[in-house]
Every structure is written in C-alpha cells, then in structure tokens.
C-alpha cells in the first residue's frame, strides 16, 4: 500500500535526520571544548558563534519532523479533552492540514532564499566565508522533512480514522 510505503520512508528519514542532529550536538561540544583548550594558549577558531548558530538552525529543523513523529512535540489538549476520543482523528488532521499549509508556505519561501543565496554565491562575513547557502540549506532540508512527516500523518489519520499512537523504536 501507498500510504505504508510514505510513512516508512518518512519514518527512515525522520531517524537519518535525528540522527544528524545527534551528531551535531556531539560537533557542537568538540568545538566548544575545541575553543576552550585554544583560548588556554591565546588563539582561537575564530568561527565558534557562526558554526555554533548554523549547528543548532540545522538541530532545530532536522529534528521537528523525528519529533512530530514520536508526538515529542508540545501539544496543548485545551480542545481535544473536550472531545469524545473517537472525533480525536478529526481536530488532528485539521490540525496537521493547517501546520501543513504553512510550513509548506514557509519552506516555499526559504526555498527561494536558498536559492537566491546560491546563485549570488552569497557568504558569511566572517573569517570562514562560509557560502550560506549550505547552512540555508540544511534548514530547507528540515523544514520539507516535516511537512513531507505532516503530509504522511495526514494520510494516516484519514486512512484510519484514529489518531497514530507513538511505535517502539525499532
């Protein structure tokens, strides 16, 4: 089935990208104590804020989709509480139409800033000069991870008629 077939391709990139984040936050540590240990002699890397800005713009996108997947997202019941549990599937896909739509639209836009950057071959200001298209990127990366994770948990909560509940990793 289709809709089998998406959520398990999302289901693997949603762990590919959580993932890298993972592995993010181990670089973000090993440069920070990187700087540390070279500000003990007097130097630097010179580029800690910038990598470390990028690093966690990269974390945050990249793991929205691996969250929304696992329900780690924070979910406010005011209205779902009031509902009997089997119209539970009815506000959610509402819910993740409207989420869909505009993080469909915001990942439109940044597409077009991704772009633009890497045509005009746009860098930082720092030493590095680092083209920021690739940092750009990556947050366009995240963001299509999550409405590609949106567009499969509408399907699901349509296709079955109930709200998806959180699966052992596996």
């Not at 993932?19 to 540390?36: K, N, R, S, V």
């Not at 077009?112 to 930082?124: C, D, L, Q």
């Not at 990556?138 to 499969?152: A, W």
Request: aromatic fraction near 12%; proline fraction near 2%.
């Amino acid at each position: 089935m289709i809709i089998r077939l998406l959520v398990s391709i999302s289901r693997r990139l949603n762990q590919l990208s959580g993932a890298l984040a993972m592995l993010l936050i181990a670089y973000l540590l090993c440069h920070i104590l990187l700087e540390i240990v070279l500000r003990l002699f007097g130097t630097s890397t010179y580029v800690l804020d910038e990598f470390v800005g990028y690093a966690i713009a990269t974390i945050t996108f990249l793991g929205l989709g691996y969250s929304l997947e696992r329900n780690g997202l924070i979910k406010v019941n005011i209205l779902s509480d009031r509902l009997p549990e089997k119209y539970h599937w009815i506000l959610d896909s509402f819910i993740s139409l409207v989420s869909f739509a505009m993080f469909f639209w915001v990942s439109y836009y940044w597409y077009i800033n991704v772009a633009r950057s890497f045509k005009r071959n746009v860098t930082s200001e720092s030493i590095a000069e680092t083209p920021l298209w690739i940092p750009e990127g990556m947050v366009l990366v995240g963001l299509t991870l999550l409405c590609l994770t949106l567009f499969v948990r509408i399907l699901v909560l349509v296709s079955t008629r109930q709200v998806p509940h959180i699966e052992s990793n596996k």
